[in-house]
């Protein structure tokens, strides 16, 4: 019998590794842009679901991961996808996106097929776009004049069995196809500490790990970054390089204490995930040699995070989250124009990890985690007028 251990509790170091925490580049701060608090409710989190954000004007509010549903800019419950395998039915609801300026797009990662919904909440359309476990997760789709761009990553690459190819890629598509085109772009998936065997699968994901960044500006040229650098590519709508974008953000070495706290991370998750499994003395210990196993194989960066979230605006801007490495919330955001010069800078009051985000109008909508309470929330952010 396979045995399965996603420990759940690597999650805690972020607010040491670059989560959840304030971090301060100057003296003297921009004063705090101002606070809607929509909702906070009870929502466990699970690493392996993803949780996206997206705004339809004038202001409806689209969430998957924490909930499926359309919401108010007052935080009301407006919809509430059902589940099913019927036209507007979802089993695995897995990202929601701009579809244009009326319509939204909700991809199902287990039915393989995206569902457009308009402005009143009705469905539009369902097209299906099969893909293939090896073209990987989508993780963003990008629609303009017809054109449908996907972007894809790789699962997180094993350990001991490293693929020279694990790649994300933006994709060429037709809505309604049978599958993805031509790969425009390609860049390094994301990382994972991973240990298999015949009989475990053991994942933990290291809070200092590279993760592929993409966004799409409203004239269509996409940004491609990483978490790891602060130097961002600029491509067309066809995947052509236009420009090589520097934004000057901070950098802080790989100390130490971070390792001391990942390895005490990762032992604290597999313990937690033990005790309440009840799998006997012998299991434990193969399970806790693993933990030692992952800690002592771990590879670590010469740096921190640079950046944690690159959002794309409507006005053309785009919008680049710092990453924190003390505790509390309070983050830095800072608002770039197209050709890469700073134009704002934002310090924001979250009250929680940013796991998602959309910015329309200026205003800036969340959705955020505080992983030791198990609670989500939505939020929304604008500059004080």
Known sequence: ??????PLAIVLLAAACGESPTIRHSARLPPPIELQLLWRRSAPHYPGRNVSVAVLPPCVIWTTGIEAAAWSCGGDSLQSLPTGEGPGEFIQPWLAASWGPDSIAIWDARLRRVSIFHSDGSLGRVAALPISAGQGRVAGIFHRDSALRIWTNPYPIAFGDIEADSLGHVWD???GAAGLGAALLSFPGPRSTIIRDETTFSRVDAPLRRKPLVAALADGKLLVGSTGSDTVTMHDWNGAVLDTLVLGLPSQPVTSDDRSRYADSVRKSFRDELAGQQLGAELNAFFLERAEQIIEAAEWPATRQRLD????????EFWVLLP?????YDREW???????SL???????????VRAAAVTGGTLTTLEVQFHQDTASLARYAASR
């Open 1 to 6: 019998m396979r045995r399965f251990l996603r």
């Open 173 to 175: 598509a037709e809505p």
């Open 309 to 316: 979230l690159i959002v794309a605006s409507a006005a053309g």
């Open 324 to 328: 924190g490495f003390e505790a509390g």
């Open 334 to 340: 800072r608002v770039y124009q197209g050709d890469g």
């Open 343 to 353: 134009r704002a800078v934002h310090h924001v009051p979250h009250v929680g990890s």
